[in-house]
């Protein structure tokens, strides 16, 4: 979408990404992108970093606070991305501690699976995968990898963490309506993440309904017809279109502003904000 350009799906360390909230801004810069969202899987704990970063340095990067919220309804995992939220919300930020207690409870359980099927491993070393942030499953992997386990994060999903494998262990059960009413109930825009990847269309309505305000339409993943389809759907349903990378680091999967929305995207979620 030529360059320049907003990436609005972006991990930093504070959840499963390599990068910390500095060299991410950095890495922006250096790809001439104009701005990002920092969303990080149920944490806002690099945001105020990066914003810090961006005032100290003086940098002309526009940068949207965001989340992605991990939801799930019935058998499907669904994210809900949060942007231009207030990040020193209360309720939120008491929300967001009850879910990262409850990951570290399961992060424990997984641990404990691991090592009943002779794969041990130190939960504290998962811990200092996380840096002390979010610990998430692809920390496990990460654990899991150093330990000679497995190769790659992929290889550790596949065969031992996802849904129906043997150290799977389900999630604390966090509706994608609550998700929706957290991020309006703190002045933010609720968007449906990678609706390519829900396997099923009724979820995808049933989201819909539950008032989110956008989809996000470009995603690297995305098929060209879904794109398509996603975009029109939108459109049809005055939704907001967003898009981004999903970056979770530099040799980890997508890069950086691989997917770019232009000004005119952003501008129109700004119109939809609600008046503060």
């Known amino acids: 979408m030529g360059s320049m350009g907003f990436d ?3 991990h930093t360390t504070a959840s499963d990404g390599k990068l910390r909230a500095e060299e991410v801004i950095q890495l ?16 806002i704990n690099a945001i105020n970093p990066a914003l810090h970063f961006i005032s100290r340095r003086r940098i002309s990067l526009e940068l949207v606070p965001g989340i992605e919220l991990n939801t799930e ?13 207030d990040h020193n919300n ?12 409850s990951r570290d409870e399961r992060a424990f359980k997984i641990v404990s699976r691991l090592e009943e099927i002779g794969l041990p491993l130190d939960l504290e070393r998962v811990k200092e995968h996380a840096q002390g942030e979010v610990v998430g499953r692809p920390h496990i992997a990460d654990a899991m990898i150093e330990e000679g386990y497995v190769r790659t994060r992929e290889e550790a999903f ?43 269309p009724t ?11 956008g989809l ?10 879904q794109t398509s389809y996603y975009r029109l759907l939108a459109e049809e349903k005055g939704l907001l279109i967003t898009g981004g990378s999903d970056f979770h680091g530099p040799n980890e999967g997508n890069k950086l502003g691989t997917v770019r929305i232009d000004r005119s995207l952003i501008t129109a979620m700004q119109k939809r904000l609600p008046s503060r």
């Open 73 to 85: 309804a019935g058998d499907n995992e669904i994210h809900i991305l949060g942007y231009y939220l």
């Open 158 to 200: 596949e065969k031992y963490l996802d849904h129906g494998r043997p150290a799977y262990v389900s999630r604390y059960k966090f509706p994608p309506r609550e998700a929706i009413e957290l991020i309006k109930g703190c002045g933010g825009l609720a968007v449906l993440a990678h609706p390519g990847l829900i396997d099923d």
């Open 216 to 225: 996000e339409v470009y995603y690297p993943q995305h098929s060209d017809e």
């Open 28 to 43: 922006a810069i250096d790809l001439g992108l104009e701005g990002l969202a920092i969303t990080d899987h149920d944490t």
């Open 8 to 10: 609005l799906h972006v």
């Open 90 to 101: 209360k309720s939120l930020l008491l929300k967001l501690r009850e879910l990262k207690e």
């Open 203 to 213: 979820v995808v309505a049933e989201v819909i309904a539950m008032g989110v305000d």
